[in-house]
């Protein structure tokens, strides 16, 4: 996993989301058990970050 993601994936749990690795090398984000967002361990897209704290700050995610 790139280190930016490494650092999210630490944010997020501080913050009370569960981040859970699939077996296919993707990670899948959760708050209160509902499915928030996921996204690959080296996504190739260059907005795939960008798109995904979209999603994310949506859900109540301070970065």
Same mark, same amino acid.
């Given at each position: !996993?790139? #280190?930016? +993601?490494? $650092? %999210?994936?630490? #944010? +997020?749990?501080? &913050?009370?989301?569960?981040? &859970? ?6 990670? $899948? $984000? ?5 499915? $928030?967002?996921? /996204?690959? *361990? ?6 795939? !970050?960008?798109? +995904? %704290?979209? *999603? %994310? #700050?949506?859900?109540? /995610? #301070?970065?």
């Amino acid at each position: !996993m790139r #280190k930016d +993601l490494r $650092v %999210l994936v630490k #944010k +997020l749990t501080a &913050q009370g989301f569960e981040v &859970q690795a699939t077996k296919n090398n993707h990670h $899948v $984000v959760r708050k209160d058990g509902r499915r $928030v967002a996921h /996204f690959g *361990s080296t996504p190739s897209d260059p907005r795939a !970050m960008a798109n +995904l %704290l979209a *999603s %994310l #700050k949506r859900a109540g /995610f #301070k970065p």
